[in-house]
């Protein structure tokens, strides 16, 4: 176990609805990432934050935001769902707030389906 | 093009084969390079880093070719334990945490 916990496991919303997803990362770690992982393909990175602060984002639109929390908590909170948004959405914390260890601790993800 | 490319396969296997697994890099400022694992409904693990001079852990050896811009990973010995996805990943110049995976590839091992 990783110790990060995401929530809920799963869940199904119709275009055009909004969705919340939370993180819990692992004790000790200030930097959470998260990840979209479409169906057949590798994750990819949304955004990163560290000590409550947006510090990278990769290709997704506006609608695709977050926070984190002073206990190092996190939600990725997605607007105007689409069709394309159905994924598995990965939560990630590291041990440090910037730097190269690669080493990112995955909870097991939030499964949203988009009808 | 993809920033990271793997073969998709599936390889499949008979236990105790040596299988190989390739990747290509285009960022040629890319500064590290790691190997997850991905069990079929999980979260990936990190599996293994690579570095210039090739790393070996049991089974595993990872090998990267910076001039090529390449990077592999073989696993001798094949265990059923090993049916899994390999994601290929690299993290770019940025100075933060910033993973890239590739598609993976799909390993299934066989009896």
């Known amino acids: 176990e990783t110790g990060v916990t995401q929530s809920p496991t799963h869940l199904i919303k119709t275009r055009g609805q909004q969705v919340t997803l939370r993180c819990s990362s692992q004790?000790?770690?200030?930097?959470v990432s998260w990840y979209q992982q479409a169906l057949g393909q590798g994750p990819q990175f949304i955004f990163q934050y560290y000590r409550e602060e947006e510090n990278g984002r990769g290709n997704f639109p506006p609608r695709f935001s977050g926070l984190q929390f002073p206990n190092y908590s996190s939600e990725l909170n997605v607007n105007a769902l689409e069709l394309d948004d159905s994924a598995l959405y990965l939560c990630?914390?590291?041990?440090?707030?910037?730097?190269?260890?690669?080493?990112?601790?995955f909870g097991e993800g939030s499964r949203l389906t988009v009808l | 093009r993809k920033e990271v490319e793997q073969d998709p396969g599936p390889f499949n296997v008979p236990e105790g084969a040596t299988v190989a697994f390739n990747c290509t890099y285009s960022?040629?400022?890319?500064?590290?390079f790691f190997w997850y694992r991905q069990d079929c409904r999980k979260e990936p693990k990190l599996l293994m880093s690579?570095?210039?001079s090739g790393n070996e852990d049991g089974r595993f050896t990872a090998q990267l070719n910076r001039a090529s811009q390449y990077i592999s990973l073989l696993i001798r010995d094949s265990k059923l334990s090993d049916s899994a996805t390999y994601l290929c990943v690299v993290i770019s110049s940025g100075g933060y945490n910033k993973l890239i995976f590739g598609a993976g590839t799909r390993l299934a091992v066989h009896p």
């Open positions: 004790s000790g770690h200030n930097t």
């Open positions: 690579v570095y210039s």
């Open positions: 960022n040629s400022a890319s500064q590290s």
């Open positions: 990630a914390s590291s041990l440090v707030g910037t730097g190269n260890t690669g080493e990112l601790f």
